[in-house]
T-cell receptor, first 113, second 114 residues
Framework: RKEVEQDPGPFNVPEGATVAFNCTYS??????FFWYRQDCRKEPKLLMS???SGNEDGRFTAQLNRASQYISLLIRDSKLSDSATYLC??????????????FGSGTKLNVKP | GAGVSQSPSNKVTEKGKDVELRCDPI?????LYWYRQSLGQGLEFLIY????????KSGLPSDRFSAERTGGSVSTLTIQRTQQEDSAVYLC????????????FGDGTRLSIL
């Protein structure tokens, strides 16, 4: 079983739509959570961190549900420029005190005019 | 520039050859990470450095892979006796402290094994 699982999509939505992605993680000891964005053939870039209380950055809202072990990303009023692959990232420190970073395989979003 | 620099950007080599990939992190970043991204796949975490130390090598795919970092700066990822399944984009990232965000990624090295 993968440490982090995402629906690969693609999600095809019209401009202005609201779209939500979920990501599940398998290890309850996971500590930090993030969403990264990756444009085609480009490097990943941090979109936002995910906090237990939920957090919002403009049109983007991230939520964490520790009980069910999933995080979500909501994008409101989609723009063409939001078209990208969204990567869920989980960071944990294991029993040997080693940092582990797990990236999901990404959810592809296509925003259409 | 001030970003993470990786070289070469592209590498094509024959199966069985050794390759060395280089990463020059952002100055002052103590943490450095290596990832691998295969076609249509997510990022596979390989190894991290805190300073010059890589305490956990369990993410390296096989003993043909090794990595080092010197002077708390440049890191090299070496793949010996390359195999076709090693073909991927190898991404390096750095952050100010271990686990700190964001991780700043380089453009990657696209490795193709013939």
């Amino acid at each position: 079983r993968k440490e982090v699982e995402q629906d690969p999509g693609p999600f095809n939505v019209p401009e202005g739509a609201t779209v939500a992605f979920n990501c599940t993680y398998s290890n309850s000891a996971s500590q930090s959570f993030f969403w990264y964005r990756q444009d085609c053939r480009k490097e990943p870039k941090l979109l936002m961190s995910v906090y237990s209380s939920g957090n919002e950055d403009g049109r983007f809202t991230a939520q964490l549900n520790r009980a069910s072990q999933y995080i979500s990303l909501l994008i409101r009023d989609s723009k063409l420029s939001d078209s990208a692959t969204y990567l869920c990232v989980v960071n944990m420190i294991d029993v040997w005190d080693f940092n582990k970073f797990y990236f999901g395989s990404g959810t592809k979003l296509n925003v259409k005019p | 520039g001030a970003g993470v620099s990786q070289s070469p950007s592209n590498k094509v080599t024959e199966k069985g050859k050794d390759v060395e990939l280089r990463c020059d992190p952002i100055s002052g970043h103590t943490a450095l990470y290596w990832y691998r991204q295969s076609l249509g796949q997510g990022l596979e975490f390989l190894i991290y450095f805190q300073g010059n130390s890589a305490p956990d090598k369990s993410g390296l795919p096989s003993d043909r892979f090794s990595a080092e970092r010197t002077g708390g700066s440049v890191s090299t990822l070496t793949i010996q006796r390359t195999q076709q399944e090693d073909s991927a984009v190898y991404l390096c990232a750095s952050s100010l402290i271990l686990g700190g965000q964001p991780q700043h990624f380089g453009d990657g090295t696209r490795l193709s094994i013939l």
